[in-house]
């Protein structure tokens, strides 16, 4: 079965400063993998996605992340944080075949960018 | 932008009482996925259509949940007999049948007294 684990419930970052948003998950064979991002009173949207390739993938609104398949992990990075990207922030990944794509999320973390 | 639409946005019902959610989704998707998220929790899956086929059920869709896609189209999630538990959000989302990420739409908070 399939698990993400997102360790930090909340993120804390001066406007300006780069954020790292942490994720790790478990599957088995080569995984997709996902962030989302959900605003207040608003679905969740879709920033970027690892399918294959270049471990680095660049998303929406200048957000980027790293596939790392020796650790697992696949941590959302932004090099200069906006007061506007406080919101929550969700990775998934889903199995990487059957076709169904069905995503299992993590528990969501809450990034806060203060002025 | 015609993106996902859920409709209502908020549910109030007494234990016991039947509802019925309707999700629009995105019109060329053919994919349309069901979640419900709890507070401090991520969505979780419930259920997903490829056209009008119901493809899969997690084991948390209980029989008194039934969802229906009957045109390959909109797509309705009905609760039977609400318990304090079904109180949540319920999303909605769609997909392209060869994409992999998903459009959500707004979702219903359905909240049971």
């Known amino acids: 079965a399939q698990s993400v684990a997102q360790p930090e419930d909340q993120v804390n970052v001066a406007e300006g400063n780069p954020l790292t948003v942490k994720c790790t998950y478990s599957?088995?064979?080569?995984?997709?993998l996902f962030w989302y991002v959900q605003y207040p009173n608003r679905g969740l949207q879709f920033l970027l996605k690892?399918?294959?390739?270049?471990?680095l993938v660049k998303g929406s609104y200048g957000f980027e992340a790293e596939f790392n398949k020796s650790q697992t992990s696949f941590h959302l990075k932004k090099p200069s944080a906006l007061v506007s990207d406080s919101a929550l922030y969700f990775c998934?990944?889903?199995?990487?075949?059957?076709?169904?794509?069905?995503?299992?999320f993590g528990r969501g973390t809450s990034l806060i960018v203060h002025p | 932008d015609t993106g996902v639409s859920q409709d209502p946005r908020h549910k109030i019902t007494k234990r016991g009482q039947n509802v019925t959610f309707r999700c629009d989704p995105i019109?060329?998707?053919?994919?349309l996925y069901w979640y419900r998220q709890t507070l401090g929790q991520g969505p979780e899956f419930l259920t997903y259509?490829?056209?009008?086929?119901?493809?899969?059920k997690s084991r948390l869709l209980s029989d008194r949940f039934s969802a229906e896609r009957p045109k390959g189209s909109f797509s309705t999630l009905e609760i039977q007999r609400t318990e304090q538990g079904d109180s949540a959000m319920y999303l909605c989302?769609?997909?392209?049948?060869?994409?992999?990420?998903?459009?959500f739409g707004p979702g219903t908070r359905l909240t049971v007294t």
């Open positions: 989302a769609s997909s392209l049948a060869t994409g992999t990420e998903q459009y």
């Open positions: 259509f490829q056209n009008e086929a119901q493809l899969e």
């Open positions: 690892y399918i294959t390739g270049d471990n």
């Open positions: 599957v088995s064979g080569n995984p997709y």
């Open positions: 998934a990944v889903s199995p990487p075949s059957g076709g169904s794509y069905i995503p299992t």
């Open positions: 019109s060329e998707h053919n994919r």
